[in-house]
Each structure stands twice: as structure tokens, then as C-alpha cells.
Nanobody, 124 residues
Framework: QVQLVESGGGLAQAGASLRLACAASGRTVSSYTVAWCRQAPGKEREFVAGISRSGGSIKYAAFVKGRFTISGDNAQNTVYLQMTSPNSEDTAVYYC?????????????????WGQGTQVTVSS
């Protein structure tokens, strides 16, 4: 079973860039479809971006609007979320999660294993 550890969160000013990392251990991350999801205080967890286990399919939530990029590095067994031009509405705990199908599904309920999350706080 894979274990997931997120890192890279912190405090950022609006417009600055952040790169979140999801490091996998126990199994190769390319065995899974991986998603980044987030949860802001008082809100439900929501899908942000996902990459299929083949790397051939990538999906983003509409609110990303070209600002974030998800990518995988098989050599590092890590999936990244590059956040550019974040704003205060992107403040949330960001989680990576995996599922075993070959397709990216844009609902958090589809994902079966989760990391502990990393806090991202964007100040305006």
C-alpha cells in the first residue's frame, strides 16, 4: 500500500508561486491516478487537479483557470502541483490522494488513499 506525504505549503503573498509535492512510498506513484484536492475552513473538500497513472490524461477544476500545473516525476516517485498567481481564495489545506482506475475523476470521493495535507495560506 502506498503512503503519501505532502510538502511545500506555507504562507505566500498573492501572485507568488508555490510548488507542492506529494512524495509516495511503498509503491510507485505511477501505479495510481493521483489528484490534488483542497479544503478551506468551513467548506467541503474539492478537486483541484488530477493526473492519470499513464500520465496521458490531466484534468483541472474550472477555478484553476490555467494557474496551476500538475506533473509527475517517476524517478522521484513524486507528483507536484505548481501554483502560480495564487490568491486568497486558494487558501486551504491541500491533499494528494490516489485511486486505482486509469481515469481522472473530479470528485474527492473517488480517491481511496490520502496524505495528511499541507496548509497553503495566501495573503492579499
Amino acid at each position: 500500500q502506498v503512503q503519501l506525504v505532502e510538502s511545500g505549503g506555507g504562507l505566500a503573498q498573492a501572485g507568488a508561486s508555490l510548488r507542492l509535492a506529494c512524495a509516495a512510498s511503498g509503491r510507485t506513484v505511477s501505479s495510481y491516478t493521483v489528484a490534488w484536492c483542497r479544503q478551506a475552513p468551513g467548506k467541503e473538500r474539492e478537486f483541484v487537479a488530477g493526473i492519470s497513472r499513464s500520465g496521458g490524461s490531466i484534468k483541472y477544476a474550472a477555478f484553476v483557470k490555467g494557474r496551476f500545473t500538475i506533473s509527475g516525476d517517476n524517478a522521484q516517485n513524486t507528483v507536484y502541483l505548481q501554483m502560480t498567481s495564487p490568491n486568497s481564495e486558494d487558501t486551504a489545506v491541500y491533499y494528494c490522494a490516489v485511486e486505482t482506475t486509469a481515469y481522472v475523476r473530479n470528485t474527492p470521493d473517488a480517491y481511496i488513499l490520502w496524505g495528511q495535507g499541507t496548509q497553503v495560506t495566501v495573503s492579499s
